[in-house]
């Protein structure tokens, strides 16, 4: 299994609060993205980074921001959640834009 | 990006065929498995021809946008839902999963 997690793997937060999710890698791959997952919709992605500093937004980035100031670490933010923003969330990693991607454990976060 | 059947239920030891279908240009296709405990577990990705791991085979046909991802000799460890997803502008646009439920 490709190293990596995802922290916490579990959070119950109040609407208007700021959240933050970890994801950590220990393969060394360039890429790493955000996605989240809901019924309904499947997996859409949030944010990714093609390397450190380097991100860029997916089709569904409103409200969220990233940052990624080591190879190792990719941290999604939430500035103010809303209810919308309850959902599982992954991230997963790969080589390079075009190779295949492996997932983290998700982390489920409930807005109340 | 389209998969059928959404849902599948089968007896342990069928044949097995999972659907989908795209409508862009990509350059390559990925298969996933999602277990009933919800971790994602890549099982190909493929840009033509067909693979093979096991009992899981995976074919493309580019011309025809369409991809099929077969299982033989079913097993209710199989159960879990599968989910193709193709590479557009070096980002992944997943289908809606196939939820398969094997029955012993």
């Known amino acids: 299994d490709a190293g990596i997690t995802q922290s916490p793997r579990h959070k119950v937060t109040e609407t208007g609060t700021p959240v933050t999710l970890r994801c950590h890698q220990t393969e060394n791959h360039r890429y790493m993205y955000w996605y989240r997952q809901d019924p309904g919709h499947g997996l859409r992605l949030i944010h990714y980074?093609?390397?450190?500093?380097?991100?860029d937004k997916g089709e569904v980035s409103d409200g969220y921001s990233v940052s990624r100031s080591k190879t190792e670490d990719f941290l999604l933010t939430l500035e103010s959640a809303t209810s919308s923003q309850t959902s599982v969330y992954f991230c997963?990693?790969?080589?390079?834009?075009?190779?295949?991607?492996?997932f983290g454990p998700g982390t489920r976060l409930t807005v109340l | 990006v389209e998969q059928s059947p959404q849902n599948l239920t089968a007896q342990e030891g069928e044949f097995i065929t999972i659907n989908c279908s795209y409508s862009v240009g990509i350059s390559a296709l990925h298969w996933l498995q999602q277990h009933p405990g919800g971790g994602i577990v890549s099982l190909f990705m493929l840009s033509s021809g067909k693979k093979k791991h096991g009992r899981l085979i995976a074919t493309i046909n580019i011309q025809e946008k369409h991809s099929s991802l077969h299982i033989t000799a079913s097993h209710p460890r199989d159960s879990a839902v599968y989910i193709c997803?193709?590479?557009?502008?070096?980002?992944?646009?997943f289908g809606q999963g196939t939820r398969l439920t094997i029955n012993p």
């Open positions: 997963a990693i790969s080589r390079v834009g075009y190779n295949e991607q492996f």
């Open positions: 997803a193709v590479f557009v502008a070096q980002k992944l646009v």
């Open positions: 980074s093609y390397g450190v500093k380097d991100t």
